[in-house]
Structure formats: C-alpha cells, structure tokens
DNA sequence: TTTTATTATCGTTATTCGACGATAAACGAA
DNA sequence: TTCGTTTATCGTCGAATAACGATAATAAAA
C-alpha cells in the first residue's frame, strides 16, 4: 500500500511557487497551445520587456518546469510535465478525499457537525 | 455544463501563490490526514509562531482553498476541492498533451527537431 | 461580572519579487 | 573580420512577503 515516495513540502511550494505568476502561467499556456518551436515569440506574445519575460522563462527553467533548447540565435522551449507530477499528486489526493468525505460542496474533512462537533451537543 | 470555463491566467497563478509555501502545503497535507476536527493544533504542529500560522491560514482562506468553521472557541477547517479544479484542470491539460506528443522524457509539444527545428527557411 | 482559551490583527523588520533599461554573450551570416 | 539577431545577465527601484511579539477580539464558562 503506502507507496508514498512524498515529495517535501518545500518542494511541492517550490513548484507551485513557480506557476505563481499569471506570466508563467500565459507562458504554459502558450507551450501547450504551440505545437511548433517558439523562441522569443513568447515574449512579444506576454507584453512585457524581454528581460523580464527571460527571467519568468529563467525561473520556468529552474524549477523544471520548461526546458529549453539552443536553436540557432533563438531557444526553443518546452514543457516538462515530470517536473509537475508532484504538484498533480497532491492536488489528487485533494480530490479523493473530498469526493470520497464530502459532499458536492467540494468541502474536505471535517466541517459537518457529525464529525466535527463532539464537545457539547445540546439537544434541539 | 462545459467544462471549457478557462479561468484567468490570474485566477490561476492566485490559485498556485496560495501553494506556495512550505507551511501552506503543510497545512493542507494536515487537513488531508485528519479527519476529525483540528483547530489551532496546526499552530503547534507547523511549529511556527501562532501569528505566522494565523496569517498562512488567512491565506489559504482568501484563496478558498480551505474554509473555517467557528467552533467554540477555535476554528474548524477543511479543504475546499473546488478551488482547486482550475489549476487541476490546467496540469491534466499539460499532462494529456505531455503523454500524446511527447515519449517518456516527458517533454512536451515542440523540442524534437522534426517539429522544432525548421530554422531560417526562405523568406517568401 | 471576570476568567479562560483560542484565534485574529497590528506594527515592525529583513528578505524576496517583479519590472525595467542597459548591456553582454552567443553565433550564423555577410 | 564585422554585423545582425536573439537571449541572458546586471543594477536598481518599489512593492510584496514572511516572520515575530504584543495585543485585541470573541465567546463559553466560572
């Protein structure tokens, strides 16, 4: 059963860290929709000055989440879906907890009396 | 309904910042494995300051990501699935491309030179 | 009423982030 | 060689974040 190889959590934030920002997440967005080689398409695409859209792209590549290939002046970029496995595992576990414990009010756990509330009940 | 809704790049990235950080994922592995009520036993078992975690739940909580019951005097938390679907959504989205295009190195979309590399052809 | 227990908020400080322009680096082409 | 194109790095500034202790707020219980 306990086939938990379990990230860390600072690894988990670290992931998350980097799709936490709506330029990084437009640059996903664009990986995926592209299905041919883009370079610095991507910056034109975002609207921000190019250093800035390198950086977003720096840290992309950092965390592991994009990868990039030397072309000829340009790079060309992809997604690495490995790096966000992690992430979607948790996000998972969310989901199968809830559906399983919860209602279609999407809440997880605890917060139905039934299980919460043990201290005092109070008839009526 | 359809399930093609598209939330913002924003929505999304507010969706990941919420993620990213150690203590937060913490948090929500906690309301993952409990299930019972927990209130301020997070406080003791994060091992930060009580003002530090307050502020992490305040967090989680303007996120939607979990939701706090007043209980008598502590709060009752729990984790809301559906504030979670759109970034789940996003990475299944990266994963199914991930898996159609790509082989096992889990890279996606371009960075094979059959699809990448049509470098400076000829001007038209 | 006061006490007690829990949580939220305030004020401060150190660090990090995001954005930009300017500049450097890399490398094929001329 | 020099030029041109693309990307990365540097320096700087303002804003946001994380952490803490101290304090306020809340509401049940004494």
């Known amino acids: ?3 938990e190889n379990d ?3 600072e690894q988990l934030a670290a992931i998350a860290k980097a799709l936490a920002h709506p330029a990084r997440i437009q640059i996903i967005r664009l990986l995926l929709s592209k299905t ?11 609207g921000l000055a190019q250093s800035t859209v390198s950086e977003h792209l720096r840290i992309l590549k950092a965390a592991g989440v994009v990868a990039g ?3 000829h ?7 690495n ?4 496995l992690p992430l979607m595992s948790l996000l998972q ?3 199968d907890t809830a559906t399983t414990v919860a209602g279609s009010d999407g809440l997880c756990c605890p917060l139905t009396p039934q299980s919460c509330d043990q201290p005092s009940r109070d008839p009526e």
Chains 1, 2 share one sequence.
């Open 1 to 3: 059963m306990s086939t």
């Open 81 to 84: 879906l490995n790096s966000l």
């Open 7 to 9: 990230p860390s959590n």
């Open 93 to 95: 576990l969310v989901a």
């Open 36 to 46: 041919s080689c883009i370079g610095g398409e991507i910056t034109h695409e975002v």
């Open 73 to 79: 002046p340009r790079v060309c970029y992809s997604l």
């Open 69 to 71: 290939e030397i072309e």
